[in-house]
């Protein structure tokens, strides 16, 4: 069928059945190139007319939304779509993005302001609703990237909503960077009153040993848990970690190549030599990515037992506060977390200084040693299973029985 003949038109665009006989029974949308002087076809993957529907005016919104639009025009989900599918989908932290994103989608539609909602009537009472929509009981169901995505929280930290507000905010400043509106609304942040006061949660040396045992059989989460021991760095900059660009022994650099240079500091660091043993079979063979930290995380912590409220920065957070209290100035402290940047001049010298780090060296030795020894322990004793489809769990191994015997 043609145009004329469709059963639904949207502007410049129409559903329509492919006249090449592929595919019969799923709806197409359909435009004219006339560069071409032929007729485009984009699947909808639907083969009701009613559910094609949604897709070919969402198809029509995100081509109205990479042109410049004034605020009233501009609709706030296409920009969130887009922000995405253009950055926030290549960078490190794509699964929190995105999830900050579909939260706020998830919001809208169910806020006053509705799914259609423009980028002008983002004002701060709407933001303040989201920030109190978001911290009580809610759930939300979100069709992302051709996925349905169904969310049910029981209400979120400060701290984690103020991420989302973080998210959103630079989605719409890159829909000014792209030109497709003249200027962002302001996104406040969290009040202060309602900010998460910062975690002061710290791991055991028993159960950093549960940690690195448990990982023992899945080699990319393995390798950041022990990275994260050895160097005390940001599990962001663990993930990314490829040593044969940023080792050069004796000295690992935590940030990056592929990263900015940003104000957030990783520094160069040396290696203490029980992790060096890791490094070196990590660039022999290197391993696919963490496919999911948060997947990674969430089974280890569920099949350990660990506090809910613990996260993979617990071990930076563990590992600083352990150096302290065996007597680590806080200087040297402060330059292995990357919280003191040194200035340019001294920054390049200093790393190769063989005092450099050393008190923090040599206890970052004797922690890792005996997180280690507490692995052994952990893994003499237990056992990781799963069976079909069931949450990964550890039992105890059995004890072998002892006959006493009589001489």
């Given at each position: 069928m043609g145009r004329d003949t469709s059963p639904y038109i949207v502007g410049d665009y129409w559903l329509d059945k492919r006249r090449d006989g592929k595919a019969p029974d799923i709806?197409?949308?359909?435009?004219?190139?006339?560069?071409?002087?032929?007729?485009?076809?984009?699947?909808?993957?639907?083969?009701?007319?009613?559910?094609?529907?949604?897709?070919?005016?969402?198809?029509?919104?995100?081509?109205?939304?990479?042109?410049?639009?004034?605020?009233?025009?501009?609709?706030?989900?296409?920009?969130?779509?887009?922000?995405?599918?253009?950055?926030?989908?290549?960078?490190?932290?794509?699964?929190?993005?995105a999830g900050s994103l579909r939260a706020f989608v998830g919001f809208l539609m169910q806020d006053e302001i509705g799914s259609n909602a423009t980028v002008a009537e983002l004002t701060q009472s709407v933001i303040a609703r989201f920030i109190k929509w978001r911290m009580a009981p809610h759930s939300h169901s979100v069709p992302w990237f051709g996925k349905v995505y169904n969310h049910t929280s029981a209400g979120l930290r400060g701290e984690s909503v103020q991420r989302n507000l973080v998210d959103i905010r630079a989605a719409l400043n890159h829909a000014v960077a792209a030109g497709r509106i003249p200027y962002a609304p302001k996104i406040q942040s969290m009040p202060t009153s309602q900010r998460s006061m910062p975690r002061d949660l710290r791991f055991t040396v028993e159960q950093l040993g549960a940690i690195v045992g448990f990982t023992k059989d899945d080699i990319a989460t393995h390798r950041w848990i022990l990275l994260m021991i050895a160097t005390a760095c940001r599990p962001e900059a663990g993930l990314s970690m490829i040593p044969a660009d940023q080792w050069q022994p004796p000295l690992l650099d935590i940030h990056p190549a592929s990263w900015p240079r940003t104000k957030k500091h990783n520094p160069v660091v040396p290696v203490i030599k029980p992790f060096a043993m890791v490094l070196k079979a990590w660039v022999k063979s290197p391993h696919p990515p963490v496919r999911s930290r948060r997947t990674a995380w969430r089974t280890l912590r569920r099949a350990l037992e660990l506090p809910?409220?613990?996260?993979?920065?617990?071990?930076?957070?563990?590992?600083?506060?352990?150096?302290?209290?065996?007597?680590?100035?806080?200087?040297?402290?402060?330059?292995?977390?990357?919280?003191?940047?040194?200035?340019?001049?001294?920054?390049?010298?200093?790393?190769?200084?063989?005092?450099?780090?050393?008190?923090?060296?040599s206890t970052l030795t004797t922690i890792y040693t005996e997180v280690m020894a507490a692995s052994e322990a952990w893994l003499a004793d237990h056992l990781r299973t799963k069976v079909g489809n069931k949450p990964t769990i550890v039992i105890d191994k059995p004890k072998e029985n002892v006959e006493n015997t009589k001489a």
């Open positions: 709806w197409q949308i359909a435009s004219y190139a006339p560069k071409s002087r032929s007729v485009i076809y984009r699947s909808t993957k639907q083969r009701s007319l009613e559910d094609a529907k949604p897709i070919i005016h969402a198809t029509v919104e995100k081509v109205r939304a990479r042109k410049l639009q004034p605020l009233d025009e501009a609709k706030v989900i296409p920009q969130l779509i887009l922000a995405y599918e253009e950055h926030g989908r290549h960078v490190d932290s794509a699964v929190t993005i809910a409220d613990s996260v993979p920065k617990t071990i930076r957070h563990t590992i600083a506060t352990e150096l302290r209290r065996r007597g680590v100035p806080a200087q040297e402290i402060s330059g292995l977390l990357g919280h003191v940047a040194m200035n340019r001049t001294t920054e390049v010298y200093a790393k190769y200084d063989p005092n450099y780090l050393a008190n923090a060296e």
